[in-house]
């Protein structure tokens, strides 16, 4: 029993050592890498412009809920006119950068981790080694620092329309007049808010963009499955692991910057 | 064997690699003359692909050498490697082309990421690449919409652009009928000679094998056991270049005692 558990102790960290060095290589492939602006304005429209439909829609139907229950909630302490306090600081602190990075895991990081896979299965990579090129600059590099620059984005995309999606059930559903819904989210929105938000943002698109890319360069090492069962492996445990990750990240930000 | 060592372009001595305690190259030696195509020859398992990806720095082997045009080639040499990369490519079995890429951007590839060459130098010798195998019709198709023939001229055409002065062919006839089979066979050897590049290929298909090589070589249990130009190799009195030769003559022998075994027991019964 002891053994397997110090086994399982010390594959995790083994494999921790072996996730750092692979983004530390990825990072450091930057340098000198040849023609990885246009591979990261590429790896921009992917993360960006594909996820746009589902970031907008589930922030529309946070803010549409939160503006809800806010709403019965604060009206049992007649405290109506603080649901843009909450519905604001809920957003921009918590639910935006959780939520998005979620939505943004569940599709563009599950394509980056079944693409890589698939591209190390079909001797891709392989091929791209034996030219000389650098496959971390090439296929990792340019995710790395798009997410650095996308997820905040969609991230104040999220806010912005579940902003919205609360004013529109509080004030055109429930009657709360719109100028006080505004007024308390001017009042209660600060700087260090906002910058929470993007803190939390940057760091849940660079951690899962790269445990995704992880997962899927290294399909070919899985151990409970060979070929195309390999990648949807890789692939899940991306899903699972980054959405763990986003959730523990949050947890730690947020009790170093409270 | 037989082959000026000035002349040649790459050299392996008694290279050895395991996995795990399957031995698969047991102190393989190949001379490989500059500007020749030479044919690699072996049974599935001889380990022809594994000394193929020894070469390309894909696989690292245990121990031996490789000298390329005259200079070792060891595993902390950057520069070397680096060096031999850029004089050298590959050619996989599965063409590893990028399938979300066309075959124009497929060709652009090796150019745009490991070269200085200007974008638009890139794209005329891309474009001439694809003109000189005959897929410029093609340039905006994706790999998954063109034949297998067409894949592997594309594959070739990825692989020339560079200039390379070597080209490694890793089973290029694999899964292909015996046309299909001929007409990669005719590619390579005419576009070895019209770019002038040398051809390392393994394969195990030994008729075409014979008729469009330089040189033949045979590899058996991770063993070099001939060596020699494609005359020397159907003479050769070698028990296993035999076996290996004369691989359909012994399954005419079988099929006529299977034969001969089924006649006697229809009389017997």
């Known amino acids: 029993m002891l053994r397997a558990v110090g086994r399982y102790t010390l594959s995790i960290v083994h494999e921790l050592g072996d996730f750092a060095l692979f983004t530390g290589q990825s990072f450091r492939a930057a340098v000198g890498a040849r023609r990885l602006w246009r591979r990261v304005v590429r790896a921009g429209f992917e993360q960006g412009v594909r996820c746009l439909p589902v970031i907008l829609i589930v922030g529309m139907f946070t803010g549409l809920v939160l503006g809800l229950q806010g709403y019965y909630v604060l009206n049992r302490f007649g405290s109506e006119g603080l649901l843009g306090t909450l519905v604001s600081l809920s957003l921009i602190r918590e639910l935006g950068p959780v939520l998005a990075a979620l939505m943004l895991v569940g599709q563009a990081g599950s394509a980056l981790a079944a693409e890589l896979g698939m591209q190390r299965n079909t001797e891709q990579i392989a091929a791209l080694e034996t030219m000389g090129a650098s496959s971390h600059a090439y296929l990792v590099t340019p995710r790395l620092l798009a997410a650095l620059v996308v997820y905040p984005m969609q991230t104040a995309l999220f806010v912005t329309i579940g902003l919205w999606g609360g004013s529109l059930s509080g004030s055109m559903l429930l009657g709360l007049e719109p100028g006080i819904y505004w007024s308390a989210v001017e009042r209660a929105v600060e700087a260090p808010d906002v910058r929470e938000c993007f803190t939390k943002a940057a760091t849940f698109g660079l951690l899962t963009v790269a445990l995704c890319a992880y997962h899927g360069f290294n399909a070919h090492l899985c151990s409970t499955a060979t070929g195309a069962r390999a990648v949807s492996a890789s692939t899940t445990r991306a899903v699972v692991q980054s959405s763990i990750i986003v959730l523990a990240a949050d947890y730690v930000i947020t009790s170093f910057l409270v | ?269």
């Open chain 2, 1 to 269: 064997m037989g082959a000026d060592t000035t002349s040649l372009l790459l050299k392996i001595e008694g290279l050895h690699k395991c996995f795990g305690k399957n031995v698969v190259l047991d102190g393989a030696c190949l001379d490989v003359p500059r500007g020749s195509l030479v044919t690699v020859l072996g049974r599935s398992g001889a380990g022809k692909s594994v000394l193929l990806k020894c070469l390309a720095d894909v696989v690292q082997p245990d121990s031996g050498s490789i000298f390329f045009d005259g200079k070792p080639l060891t595993a902390g040499d950057a520069a070397a490697r680096a060096d031999f990369r850029r004089r050298c490519s590959f050619l996989f079995q599965s063409n590893a082309l990028f399938d979300s890429l066309t075959a124009l951007e497929n060709v652009e590839l090796p150019l745009e990421q490991t070269t200085a060459v200007p974008d638009k130098e890139i794209r005329e010798r891309s474009l001439e690449a694809l003109r000189q195998l005959e897929l410029d019709a093609y340039k905006d198709h994706y790999p998954s919409q063109l034949s297998g023939g067409m894949q592997k001229r594309l594959a070739l055409a990825r692989a020339i652009v560079t200039r390379p002065e070597l080209v490694l062919f890793d089973e290029p006839t694999a899964g292909l009928d015996p046309l299909r089979r001929n007409a990669v066979f005719a590619m390579i050897a005419k576009y070895q000679r019209q770019f002038g590049f040398t051809a390392l290929v393994v394969t195990h298909d030994l008729t075409e094998a014979l008729l469009a090589s330089d040189r033949v070589a045979l590899l058996d249990k991770g063993r070099m056991c001939f060596e020699g130009t494609s005359d020397e190799f159907s003479a050769s009195t070698s028990a296993v270049v035999g076996d290996f030769r004369d691989s359909a003559a012994a399954l005419g022998r079988t099929l006529a005692s299977i034969r001969r075994g089924e006649a006697l027991q229809s009389e017997d019964s």
